[in-house]
C-alpha cells in the first residue's frame, strides 16, 4: 500500500521532471504552469501547492547537480573530466540545459548556472599545480559549457558526431590545461 508520503514524493517527482523537459525545451518565459501540470498528468493547483510559483518551480528544475568532486593525480582528474563532458556529450543534460536556456533571459537562471561551475572551477583549481590553476580551471569550464550549448541547445554544425569523436578533439586539450606547463625533463 502507498502512503501519502509516498505519493506526494511521486507526484512532486513527475512535476519536476515536466518542469525540466519544458523549461528546457521553451525557457522560463514561453513555459507555463499548466504546461508542467499538463505534461506531468497533474493538476496546475498542485505544482502551486507543491511549489508555491512558477519561479520556486523553476528554481528546483533548474538546480544543476553537481558532478561530484574532482581530486586525484594531474592524469586522474584529466580522465575525470574528460568522462564527465562524455556523459554531458552523449546524453542531454535536462536539468542542466533548463537552467543554461534560461540563463540568457533569467537573472536567478545565470545565477544558478554561475555558483555551479564557479564551485566546481574552484574545487579543481584546488587540486591543480601552478600559480594559473584558477584560469585553467575556468577555461575548462568555458570548453565544458561551450560544447554542451553548442552541441544540445545551439546544435552547431559539426558537433552532432558521436561524443568520442569531439573527445579524440577536447579530450587533449583538457589533458593540457588540467597538467599546465610541464617542467622540462
Avoid: N, W
Amino acid at each position: 500500500m502507498t502512503t501519502r508520503a509516498e505519493q506526494r514524493r511521486r507526484t512532486e517527482t513527475r512535476i519536476l521532471a515536466a518542469a525540466r523537459e519544458l523549461f528546457g525545451e521553451l525557457g522560463f518565459d514561453r513555459t507555463t504552469v499548466r504546461m508542467v501540470a499538463s505534461r506531468a498528468g497533474s493538476d496546475p493547483g498542485l505544482v502551486m501547492r507543491y511549489f508555491g510559483s512558477k519561479e520556486q518551480l523553476f528554481a528546483q528544475a533548474a538546480a544543476i547537480p553537481a558532478d561530484g568532486a574532482i581530486e586525484g593525480t594531474p592524469d586522474e582528474i584529466a580522465a575525470q573530466l574528460t568522462a564527465a563532458l562524455t556523459g554531458k556529450l552523449a546524453e542531454e543534460p535536462t536539468t542542466a540545459l533548463a537552467a543554461l536556456r534560461a540563463m540568457f533571459s533569467h537573472p536567478e537562471a545565470a545565477d544558478e548556472v554561475r555558483k555551479a561551475m564557479t564551485e566546481q572551477q574552484r574545487q579543481i583549481a584546488g587540486q591543480l599545480r601552478g600559480d594559473d590553476a584558477l584560469v585553467r580551471s575556468g577555461v575548462i569550464g568555458a570548453l565544458t559549457l561551450g560544447l554542451v550549448v553548442s552541441r544540445h541547445l545551439v546544435r552547431l554544425d559539426g558537433l552532432d558526431v558521436p561524443p568520442d569523436e569531439l573527445m579524440a578533439i577536447a579530450g587533449p586539450l583538457i589533458e593540457e590545461l588540467v597538467i599546465g606547463s610541464r617542467p622540462i625533463e
